[in-house]
């Protein structure tokens, strides 16, 4: 998240500087953090019997918050990586990086919904707005990379390259 966004928003445009970016983050998480009501105190949770139950009460609400955030938070950071460092050795074109973002637009909702559901199952508040304030982040940073994708392509996709999608980087 914001590994390569931020770079190229602070290199390449003057959007906004590392300190507006920083202290709208900040800000953001200590709004999140006053919103976040209470942990549950002694809470126990049934352990599940297959996946589809374990996604289930996430879903739901029902599980611990960091079986709900930390499996996809990996996920999604590495396959967000992976992309960029396709599109960084010119093996992706703008289409296919934007079709993997589309392809995770679903389960980051899904993420973003057990996420929230499940935050006052922790030990500590802190925690809980950590979590949910990563899943608004993350969505700050799609659109960073809409931005990016739209307005300024040339500063992350070769552009000479290619052939048949260059309209993509008018």
Excluded at 61 to 82: D, E, M, R, S, T
Excluded at 124 to 142: E, G, N, P
């Amino acid at each position: 998240m914001f590994i390569n966004t931020f770079p190229i928003i602070f290199t390449y445009t003057h959007l906004f500087s590392i300190v507006e970016a920083s202290i709208f983050l900040i800000a953001l998480y200590f709004l999140v953090y006053f919103y976040t009501p209470g942990v549950t105190k002694n809470w126990s949770k049934q352990p599940d019997i297959n996946i589809y139950e374990t996604l289930r009460s996430a879903w739901l609400g029902k599980a611990l918050l960091w079986q709900a955030f930390w499996p996809f938070f990996l996920l999604v950071n590495i396959i967000l990586f992976y992309i960029d460092y396709r599109v960084l050795n010119v093996t992706y074109t703008i289409a296919s990086w934007k079709t993997v973002h589309g392809m995770l637009l679903l389960p980051i909702v899904w993420w973003t919904n057990s996420v929230w559901r499940c935050s006052q199952h922790t030990h500590y508040k802190i925690y809980s707005a950590a979590a949910r304030t990563l899943t608004i982040y993350l969505f700050l940073d799609y659109i960073l990379r809409f931005i990016i994708s739209t307005q300024y392509p040339n500063t992350l996709f070769d552009c000479r390259l290619l052939v048949m999608e260059y309209g993509d980087c008018l």
